[in-house]
Every structure is written in C-alpha cells, then in structure tokens.
C-alpha cells in the first residue's frame, strides 16, 4: 500500500539526487537535456584521463592544454541552444536557410 | 584462459611534476605523476643528472597532485587527488623509500567523473588548507593543521558548491598569514541553459572567482569575481605577502593579465614569432609555466610562461616603490620578453640549484642548466604601459625573433618514449632475444626507438692482446690497497702479468711464474701473492717465492682463493685445504679429500667480516653434482649437504647477496656445461642447499664471477652473452640482465683511480682497430701482430633501468610502422595535421628577400604551422647498420597525408612485394571531413632501401587499415571492406562488402577469416567466400569497443585494446567457426537472420583488463630464448607490458589467492580498490594483475610470512614464484 507520504519522501528523495548528482533523469527529461549532458559527461571524461587528452592532442598536433581548454567550453553547450519551450515557440521560420 | 599481466617498462608520459622538500632535509625532489605511477626523482646538481630514488604504483589515475608545508615545519607532504574519490596525504619516508599514507578521506563516488571533485586540487602555500575541485560545480576545502603530538590533521570537508558552474584553471592565492584565498576561473551556463535563442551562450564571460576560507568561522565564502578575457584558460599564482603583490596572473589567447580584487589589471600581449614562414596573424597561447621567487629582496620573483609553440617568455612584475625605494606591494607594471625556446611541457620546475626541469608533453624530458637569467641582453621587452587592460581593445601585436638556446644549457635528456603511436618485435641483430622496435614522439621530435633487454654498459679501455688469452685477473698488492695493481693473464703456454697505472707495462719482477699457465691469483695475509698453476702454488711475501708443488703425476685442475684460505684439486680427484697461519705461511691441511670424479668447479667465497674463514667449500664434478664441504677446523673436508644438477657444473661462486629481507643471504650460484644458472641459498649454519632458481643463459658453458657494481655484490655470468645478477636497487628483487657488450670468454673485478668499480673482461674477435687513449692506458707491449683477442675494462653505471634504447630522429609524428617481410629494414609514415608542407615552406622562403631567412632546426622549434594544410611522408629506416639512420624520406604533396600502410605480395606480379600506402586529402579531425582517399602502390628496389612510385588509386575515403590478404590487397575504406588486385594503370576492385556500421581502422587475417575492427563498434569476423568472390561478416561484438589495435592470438580468439585503456580477448563459437569454414556455407550464411542489428552470431569475451594507458599496438611474440609466446603491447604513453599465459591450473589458483591477499594487505596508496580499478569499464576477468603481485618483495616481513602461512607456502617460494613466471617469459 503505498501512501501518499510514501509518494512524497520518494519525491524529495528523488529530487535530493538530481540536485546532487547532475544528469540524474526525470520523467520530463527531454532529448536535449539528455544529449547536452551525455555530451558533457563525454567532454568531462576526455580531459580526466590523461592518456584520451594526449591522444586527442598528438592527433590535432596541438599541446594538451590547448585541447583540454577547448574542450571545457565545449562543455557549455554542446548541443546548441536549448529548444523553446511550449508556448513560447517563436513563429515557424526556415531552419535551414538560418544556418 | 588466464593471463598474467606484467608491465615491462612503465609509462613515462608525466601528467604533472611538482618540486619539493620530500625527505625533510634541505634538498629538493622532483615527484612526478605518470599513468598510475608516483615517481620521485632526485636531481643531482654536481653530475648534473636526475636519478629515480622511488617508484610507486597507486593503482588508480593520479589526476593532480600538490605539496604542502605546515609553517614551521621543513618536510613537504603530498596531496593526490585521484580517481579513488578519496583524498589522500601521504609522506615520503627516505630511511625505509616509501611513500606512506597520512590521511585518506572520502568525499565521493569513484572514477573520472564530471561532478566528483579531483580535476584540480591547489594547497595555500603556508599549508594551511587545500582545495580540491571538480570540473563542474564541486568544490571542497579541507583545513590542514596539527595537533598536540605534532600531527598532521585534515578536517571535515566545506563546501563551496555552485552548480552550472565549469572550471578551466584554479589556484591558490598567496596571501601571507591572511585567511587562504583560492582563484578559480570559471565559466556560468545556467543561463545559457535557459536561453533558446543562444544568445545568453554568446553572452558567457569568463570569470575570475576567489573564493576565501575564513579560518575563524571556518566556511568558504565566494569573495570576489569578475569578468576577464574570454578566451582566458590558465591561472598562475603571484607572490603575496612580504614577498609580493599577490593576485593572479591571467593568460588567454595573446595576453597575460595581472589580476586582483585590490588592484588594477595590467595586461601585456604574447609576443609573436617573426619569420618567413610564420604566419603573422597566428595568436600564441600559454600552455605552462613556473613562478620563481629569488632569494634576498622582496619583489624578486618572475615567471617562465610558455606559449603552444615551446617559447619561453620571461614575466616580471613592477611594483611601485615607496620613499626608501622599497616596493609597496602596489604594481606599476607588467613586463614580458622572449627567453628561451623548449619543448612544450606539462609542467616546469625550477630548483634552487639553478636547473630547470621541464616534463615535456611528447618525448624526452629535459633537464636543463640556468646560465642566466636574461637579465641584460638584447631581448625587447614589452610592458603593459604601452597596451590597454581592456581585452576587446585593440592594440598592435609585437613580435620577436626566436634563436637558439641562450639562457639555458640541456644538461640531461631523460628518455622518454611518450607518445608511443605503434612497436613491432623482431630479431634483427641475431641475438638470442629479439628486440622490440617501436615509433613515438611528436612533430619534429619524433623518433624511431630500438629497445633491447640489457644493462648500459661504458667501456673505458679496449686493447688488443697478443695471443689467446683463456683467463684474467686482477689483484691489489697488500691487504690495505685500495686499487688493483697487477692484470694477470693467462695463455695456454705462460702468464702475462701488467702492472696498472699511468701506463699499462709489462712487470718482469712481479715473482709469478709466466712460463706456465694461470689457474687462480689471489692477494693473501697482510701482503702476499698467491699464484696458482697446474704444477703447484706460487705464494710471494715480499718478493720472497715459497712453492708448493703439486705430487707427482698429479697437476692442479681448480683452484679457489681467498684472502685466508686457499682450495685446490688435483687431476686424481683429491681435494688439498690450505689455510694462512697467523705468521702468514701456507698450512696445509693434513687430509685430503677424495671426491668421486673430476673437479671441475671450486668456490671457497669471501671471508665473512669479523671472521677468520669461509666456513663452506662448494664442489663441483663431472659426474653432475655440487656438494658442500665444511672448512671448520672441528669438521674439516667434512660433506655437509650435495644436490644433483642436470649438467656438469662449469663454475661456482659463494657469495652473499642483498635480498629482500632487508638483510643478506648467503647463495652458492652454479653455472652449469648446458648454460643454465642456477642460484641457490646455502644455510649459513647447515649448509643446505635450498631454494634453487635457475635460468637458461646462453647455449654456451657458463662462467661465474664475483664484481662490484655500486658497491654492492654482483655475479657476472658469462655464456654465449655476459650477464649480471644483482638485486635491483628499488625492488630489492633478484635481477639476472644481459649486459650490452661482447661475448666475454672471462672477467674480474677492476678497481683503478679512474674506474672504482669496473670489470675486465677478455673478447674473442675483436674488430676494432683503434682503441681510446683518454684514460691514458698505454700499452707497452710492442706487438704488432693483429690477434683476435682482446681485453676491455668496462663499468655499470645504471642497475635500476635495465632497457636499453636507441634512437633515429623522424621527420613528422609517426602514425604506422610496419617491417619488410624479408629485409631488416622498417617503414614508417608519417603526417603532421595544421602544418606547412615542405613545398610551400619552400616557396615562402623563396619569396622572403629582405634577408630573414634564417631556418631554425625544426627538432627545437617546430615545423611552421598552417591551418588546414598537412605535412607527410614515408621513411626508410635502417636500424641495424653501424650508424642506424632513415635511408630514404619520400614527402607527400597535394595535402594529402598518410593514414595507412602494409606490404602486400601481390600473386598477379609473381609474388612481388609491393609497399601500399593508403592517403587522405584534406582531411580534417573532428568533425571527420575529407575530399578523397588515395592508395599510392611503391616498388622496392635495392632489397628495400629504395622506393619507386608505380601509381595511385583514388578511393572515396581516406582507407584506415590495409593488409595484404592471399595475394591480393585488403582495404577499409570507411565502412566497406574491399579486396584490391595491382593493375598497370590503378589498383582493381575485385570485391567488396560493407560490413561494419561506423568507420573499419584495423584488419587482421588468417586463411579466409578476416577480423575487422570497427572504430566504434568492437570487432567483426569476416569469411571470404572464394567461390561466390563474396565478403560476409558472421559474427561480431556485444559491446561497443573503440578499436585502437587488434592481433589475431589464434584463429578463433582476437586479443584488442580499446581508447579507454582496455585490454580484452574475444573468442568465435567453436560451432559458428566451424560452420563458416565448409565449404557450401556460402549461401546458409548469406540468408542467416540478422540477430538485433548485428551479425547472426556473437562473439564471447574470454579476458578483460584495464590497464590504464592506452594500447596502440598489441602483437603475440616471444620475449626470451625458448620462452613461451606472448602478448605484448605498447601504450601511448610509453608503456610497454605482457600478459603471460598460464600453463597449469596450479599456478592460476595460487596466483589468485596470492593477488587477493596482496589486495588485502597491500591496498593501493590512494585508496581507490585494486579490483574495481582493473575492472574500471568492464569487471576483469581471467587477468591476474602481476604488477600488484610483483609488490609482494616489498611487503614488511611479518606481513610476508602471514600471506605465506595462509598459502601454505614459504616466503621463499613465493617469491621464487614470482620471479619465476617473470623470467620465464619477459624480462
């Protein structure tokens, strides 16, 4: 039987998480959020391992502090700008023709 | 399948160096983090060396470390942030030569996490707190103080959280005794996140944060913040205090930025290269740099920032002055010049001693000299008078002209084969042992290296000898000697005795007897001389003769000597004892002893110290045996233990050794008529013969001697190659290493002025004609005859690195290397992305007229770089000739660049061997982008040393791997597999399949299977179907391993390793492997069902390891004469390791036990857990990591005893275990 305080403590607990560990998922996690913070996860652990930064940097030919930095902002958005959200949709304009 | 792995040379790629104070004397260490190594050096300022003093694997990622001193304290301490998501303090404790925990802290989960704090940690400088932090949004500070006892304590973590927030760079300011302050420069995209029209991205600035620590309410709060350059990446700290402003300096694309919350900015630009090639609008960058603050005034610091092409520039602060002209702590202003250029580092050291130590990001590290401090010279200097603060001012960009080393002196290259691109192991040189061949480095600094299993080895003196000399030695005149001062030789019909000194003469009056051979030399008593001979004994008190000669019909066969006593046996098999007596006369022992066969070997062993005799003889006979024989006078010739060998014994030594006890321990070495060493420990008070381990030498009988090296006890064991055991200095483990030198027919210590420690040793075929003269050692011994024998003195050097390397300079960072089939020589290409091509550095250079033309080497100043445009080629090396050297360099043009090469026989052509090289056309990195592919076919003439172009096929994409497959070529290009037959004009499409879905980067076969494996998606096996000429993959992957190399270890199990540092063995069904191969499957496998997107068939993981870096090459060979195969791998950054099959069930249950309980006892310094690291993507299986097990040596002893109590087992053997599954195979 499950209450309604059971409901909430989950709730809260669940709540507790995302604050804690950024990325944890939600029912209302859209496809950006997702992707933007898979991506960033991806960016983060390329610069934590030594070896995958090296490799990154032997390959561009540029030093590892140079990709490392170039990576971190990388991480600001990833994926572009988030979409609009509902009702605040701007009027349909060509996508492709913008970019 | 369980494998063993064993890293035979660890990587030397340093992710950060730091100075310190380690051992709480006034001296400074270098620590230094590698892979997942900890590794302390010791630099010597009179040599002007850097010798290691400790290596130590922590078992987990070493992310950053910091040193700290509490204030009246004179040892620094270490902090590690790795990915145990634990904090760690440890000490380095220089009487044991360990590094132990102090505090080990948990704030999070484990691993490399975008959250859990450990990317950045920085320590206050007085040593008052430290704060480590995440790449996003954690920050935790913990307070470092003492107790009542003196003791180091951490605190409980603060927090200083903000989510949304990234960090590009973090420090820790310098504020005196003022409450600890740290800098971080941050980035802010929550709003971003909420922006959709991407304006608030536009938006983001840089921020500079300081973020205080306030000690008396002990919280973190965030001071101070504000918006600095944009492109700002990198934050160094400023001296505060007495000593100097404070605040941070601020370096972004084209400037460094003085910042503080108290002060004004003053920002001067990077200056630019000036030169024909360069391009003038390129804006520099700060990758590293150092602070240094001068003894005396204050104020007297400055910093060494260098830039993205190696530049060093010197940055000083100004600081107004106050009325007595001392500075204020105020800046006036900032000031920059050129000083010297480098290789790129990660980081850069500075000692008291006037070295600067610099970790280079690719290749050797450097240890250079100070000269001077570019106080006076010509440079221009630029000051931040002249530029304004605001970054999106514009001002004009300064320049300079970049010149050789001036400022500083290379004093020590430190090999380093980071970044290690790909290895071959061959036999080239006809050795025993085959070397491995590997290609690392980056851009100009490239090399092609040699590694051979060996000690270094410098020869002081090579002579040449007149006849045929069977042995040698050396011997001091009296007891208190400190040199040698005779060389004895011995000929098959007299003896030769030299004295040893300025010149090397001839001594007529030494008393020896030189008309008839030498068996033994030997200084005795106070100062007499011991020459034994087959006709008797020879001993010489002061120019007085005493002989005894041997009996009648009898002549001496062995002899062994020391200073007290003296052992000889005679052809009838009877052994006769002779002992000094107190007035220094021989006495013979009454008795002889009569053994069963022939002596061949004796050993009596040194005089233990404070005692009067060796209390043991070992004997050897023909008849297979060695046995012990008692010298105490109560039990003398007395047979106190015999052990049975499989070879007659061909030479003996007694003598104590090192061992891992912290002790010594007494060892009868045998070397055997087959080759074999053996080392056995013999009982001090028994004389039991216990715990034997042998190893095969060489195919030649094997000689044995006792030498010195580093003052301690070597055995140098001579068979078809010398060797030396030793115990190795940091492991304390027993070390048995060729030396790198000529087969040695005999040896002896050498002790002279000029060499304190060497050895002599006489050469067969010897071929040099011309010897040095540099020590002054002449011979006078007028023989002009050439004779094939000679003698050389040598000596060690080094005991700890037992690799030895040889390098060939490259042109550009290598990417493949593959070895002729037949021919001893390698093929590298190689490619350079963003750099000019020869052709147009060419044209540049032409067009320039006024005068600037001077070309800097490119080895230290790095090719001239251009956007977009690649530089490549193809080498032929020649590693096995007297000058080892690249024969021929064929440069690419039209942009294109080398991906791919093998050497395909082609059957069209007769079986003509062809060199293929695979090409792509401006090609750009990330995202993928290309305009076509090229494969450029090569004919090779001279045997290889020479390449003609024949023609080149355009494809698609640029194809990533090639390999010649039943005459024919296979490609992959992009995701279609296609087979290539050689045509006049062009290569010929015969057949092709796509078959994997992302991009195929490596291929490997076996008969019809072909092994794919796919960028991203693990590995796929392919038929080839010859009747229906079709390419059909059956089974693949269920993971997705990012590919970097693959080897075929049998014909159903490929061995991979994956980008993430993974090494892994996948096995095909016996029945899908089956089905695939009949004949007539053809059309069964075409319509088999695809299983969830994939092949019809799965492949099955058998081994899975984390081995940290990250493998480029993996091949299966075998290491050792008659050694079992092998995988050996190479990793990017320098590493090379081993994974050794087991052969018996036994061996895998007692290795795994022992690997649990070393897990145990043994945990891993920074606390991150053994298991869960070496499963770090993929939980391990069927690897027992001997890295860890190999650690066992340096246990205390009740910790080694309590492991071999649960074993089951003794110390001893398991010990002998370990060594044994090490030189049975690898090195």
């Known amino acids: 039987m499950v209450t309604l305080a059971d409901k909430l403590r989950t709730q809260q607990e669940l709540e507790r998480l995302q604050a804690k560990y950024i990325g944890t998922g939600h029912p209302d996690t859209t496809s950006w959020e997702w992707k933007t913070n898979i991506h960033r996860d991806t960016y983060a652990s390329i610069v934590g391992h030594p070896p995958l930064l090296s490799y990154m940097a032997l390959a561009e030919n540029e030093p590892a502090a140079k990709v490392r930095a170039r990576l971190i902002r990388k991480m600001l958005q990833p994926m572009g700008p988030p979409p609009p959200r509902e009702g605040e949709e701007p009027m349909l304009v060509d996508r492709k023709a913008d970019s | 399948m369980f494998l063993y792995s064993l890293t035979i040379q660890p990587p030397t790629a340093v992710t950060q160096a730091l100075l310190g104070q380690f051992s709480g004397t006034k001296e400074q260490q270098i620590l230094t983090a590698s892979g997942s190594r900890l590794t302390l050096l010791q630099p010597d300022p009179r040599q002007g060396k850097v010798n290691t003093l400790l290596s130590h694997d922590i078992f987990g990622i070493v992310r950053a470390i910091a040193s700290f001193r509490l204030a009246g304290s004179h040892k620094d301490y270490i902090i590690l942030a790795t990915d145990s998501g634990r904090i760690t303090i440890i000490e380095y404790l220089p009487k044991t030569n360990k590094f132990q925990r102090i505090h080990l802290e948990t704030f999070g989960k484990s691993g490399v996490r975008r959250v859990i704090p450990g990317q950045y940690l920085a320590a206050d400088p007085k040593g008052r707190a430290c704060l480590i932090s995440s790449l996003e949004k954690n920050k935790l500070v913990y307070v470092l103080n003492r107790n009542s006892q003196a003791e180091l304590t951490i605190s409980s973590p603060l927090e200083a959280h903000k989510p949304g927030v990234l960090v590009l760079s973090l420090v ?51 001071k101070w913040s504000d918006t600095v350059d944009r492109t700002s990446s990198l934050l160094f700290q400023v001296p505060g205090g007495n000593d100097g402003p404070s605040g941070v300096l601020v370096c972004g694309e084209e400037n460094v930025t003085y910042r503080h919350s108290n002060q004004e900015a003053f920002r001067v630009p990077i200056p630019r290269r000036s030169g024909a090639t360069e391009d003038p609008q390129r804006k520099r960058v700060i990758v590293s740099g150092v602070m240094h603050k001068l003894k005396g005034s204050a104020g007297a610091f400055f910093f060494l920032l260098q830039t993205d092409d190696g530049d060093l520039f010197k940055v000083t602060i100004d600081m107004i002055e106050d009325s007595d002209g001392n500075p204020t702590g105020e800046v006036k202003r900032l000031k920059i010049k050129y000083f010297d250029t480098i290789p790129v580092a990660t980081s850069l050291c500075i000692l008291k001693s006037g070295f600067l130590f610099a970790a280079s990001e690719f290749g050797n590290h450097h240890f250079y000299q100070f000269e001077k401090l570019g106080d006076d010279d010509e440079e221009l200097e630029f000051s931040s008078d002249d530029f304004p603060t605001d970054p999106t001012a514009s001002y004009n960009p300064v320049y300079f002209h970049p010149r050789p080393l001036e400022n500083l002196v290379l004093v020590e290259s430190i090999d380093s084969m980071n970044p290690q691109v790909d290895c071959k192991v061959a036999n080239l040189t006809g050795e025993d042992a085959p070397q491995i061949y590997s290609v690392c480095g980056s851009g100009a600094r490239s090399t092609f290296r040699m590694l051979k299993h060996g000690l270094e080895v410098s020869e002081i003196v090579a002579s040449e000898l007149p006849g045929t000399p069977s ?112 007035d220094g006369s021989l006495a013979e022992y009454d008795e002889k002893k009569e053994m069963s066969g022939t002596v061949t070997s004796l050993s009596v062993g040194q005089v ?126 027993f070390m048995m290493t ?38 002054g050692v002449h011979f006078a011994s007028n023989d002009d005859k050439r004779e094939s024998y000679a003698f050389g003195i040598f000596s060690i050097e080094k005991l700890g690195d037992n690799m030895i390397q040889k390098s060939i300079p490259l042109t550009y960072t290598p990417k493949r290397l593959i070895k002729h089939p037949e021919q001893p020589y390698f093929y590298t290409i190689e490619s350079d992305n963003n750099t000019l091509p020869p052709e147009l550095r060419a044209k540049l250079l032409e067009q320039q007229t006024n005068g600037d033309a001077t070309i800097l080497p490119p080895e230290d100043f790095g090719y001239p770089r251009a956007k977009g445009r690649w530089a490549s ?36 052509q007769e079986g003509e061997s062809f060199l293929v090289v695979g090409t792509g056309k401006d090609m750009v990195l990330n995202p993928r982008q290309f305009t076509e592919g090229y494969i450029h076919v090569y004919r090779f003439h001279e045997d290889g040393r020479d390449l003609e172009f024949i023609h080149k096929t355009r494809v698609e994409e640029p194809p990533m791997a090639l390999i010649p497959f039943q005459g024919r070529l296979l490609a992959g290009v992009g995701k279609t597999l296609r087979i ?39 590995i796929t096996y392919v038929v080839y179907k010859a009747e229906g000429n079709r390419l059909i993959p059956f089974v693949d992957d269920t993971l997705n391993r990012w590919t970097s190399c693959t080897t075929m270890v049998d014909y159903d199990s490929v061995a991979g390793g994956d980008k993430f540092g993974n090494i892994y063995i996948v096995r095909c069904p016996e029945r899908v492997s089956q089905e695939t191969d009949e004949p007539g499957s053809e059309i069964h496998l075409m319509h088999a069902r695809n299983y969830l997107h994939g092949t019809p068939n799965r492949l099955s993981l058998q081994v899975h390891f984390y081995t940290q870096d990250l493998p480029t090459s993996i091949c299966k060979t075998s290491l050792v004469v008659g050694g079992q195969d092998v995988l050996l791998w190479s990793g990017l950054q320098g590493t090379v390791g081993v994974f050794i099959p087991f052969v018996s069930r036994e061996d895998v249950d007692f290795f795994q036990n022992l690997e649990n309980h070393m897990r145990a006892e043994d945990p891993p310094l920074a606390g991150r857990d053994h298991l869960i690291y070496r499963g770090y993507y993929t939980p391990v299986k069927g690897v027992i990591d001997g890295d860890l097990c190999e650690r066992f040596s340096l246990l205390p002893n009740d910790k080694k005893q309590m492991i071999a109590g649960e074993l089951d087992r003794s110390v001893r053997e398991i010990e002998r275990k370990i060594s044994d599954i090490r030189t049975r195979s690898a090195f």
């Not at chain 2, 007499?528 to 009648?552: D, F, S, T």
């Not at chain 2, 002790?751 to 006489?762: P, T």
């Not at chain 2, 080892?884 to 069209?908: C, G, H, Y």
């Not at chain 2, 037959?981 to 072909?1010: E, F, H, Y």
């Open chain 2, 873 to 908: 080629c193809i080498s032929i090396i020649d590693p096995i000739s007297e000058e080892p050297r690249v024969l021929q360099r064929i440069d690419l043009d039209n942009n294109e660049a080398a991906v791919s090469a093998a050497i395909v026989p082609f059957a069209s």
């Open chain 2, 172 to 222: 820790a300011l310098d504020v005196g005794y003022a409450n600890p302050v740290f800098a971080a420069l941050e980035l802010d995209y929550t709003d971003a996140d909420q922006d959709p029209t991407g304006q608030a991205r536009e938006e983001v600035e840089t921020q500079l944060v300081y973020y205080e620590l306030d000690l008396g309410l002990n919280h973190v709060v965030r």
């Open chain 2, 980 to 1018: 290539y037959d050689l045509g006049l004009k062009q290569l010929l499409r015969k057949a092709q399949a796509d078959v994997t879905p992302t991009l195929i980067v490596s291929l490997q076969s076996q008969g019809n299977r072909i092994i794919v494996g796919d960028l991203q998606q693990g």
């Open chain 2, 608 to 733: 233990p110290e404070g005692l009067k005799r060796s209390s043991f003889l070992a004997v050897g006979c023909d008849d297979c045996t060695v046995r012990i024989l008692s010298l105490e006078p109560d039990s003398t010739l007395e047979m106190k233990s015999i052990q049975a060998l499989t070879a007659a014994p061909s030479a003996l030594s007694i003598m104590s050794m090192e061992d891992s006890f912290g002790g010594s321990t007494l060892y009868l070495h045998i070397g055997l008529h087959s080759g074999v060493y053996l080392r056995t420990v013999l009982d001090e008070v028994t004389g039991e013969l216990t715990d034997t381990r042998q190893k095969f030498l060489g195919p030649k009988p094997t000689k044995l001697f006792q030498v010195s090296v580093q003052d301690q006890p070597c055995v140098l064991a001579l068979s078809s190659r010398p060797w030396l055991g030793y115990t190795d200095p940091i492991t304390k483990g």
């Open chain 2, 471 to 582: 042995a040698v030695w050396t011997t001091k005149l009296t007891k208190y000697d400190q040199y040698d001062a005779y060389i004895v030789l011995s000929f098959t019909n007299g003896t030769l005795v030299l004295s040893i000194g300025e010149t090397v003469e001839e001594v007529s009056d030494s008393g020896f007897l030189t008309t008839a051979p030498t068996l033994a030399v030997q200084q005795m008593g106070e100062d007499g001389l011991i020459q034994v001979h087959p006709k008797g004994i020879r001993h010489i008190v002061q120019g007085r003769v005493n002989e005894w000669p041997a009996p009648q019909h009898r002549s001496i066969v062995a002899a062994t000597a020391n200073e007290n006593q003296v052992v000889i046996a005679l052809s009838s098999g009877e052994i006769v004892y002779f002992e000094m007596d107190s």
């Open chain 2, 738 to 775: 060729p030396l790198s030198y000529t087969e040695l027919e005999y040896g002896w210590n050498f002790s002279s002025e000029q060499c304190l420690e060497g050895m002599v040793g006489i050469h067969a075929n010897y071929l040099r004609s011309v010897f040095p003269h540099s020590l």
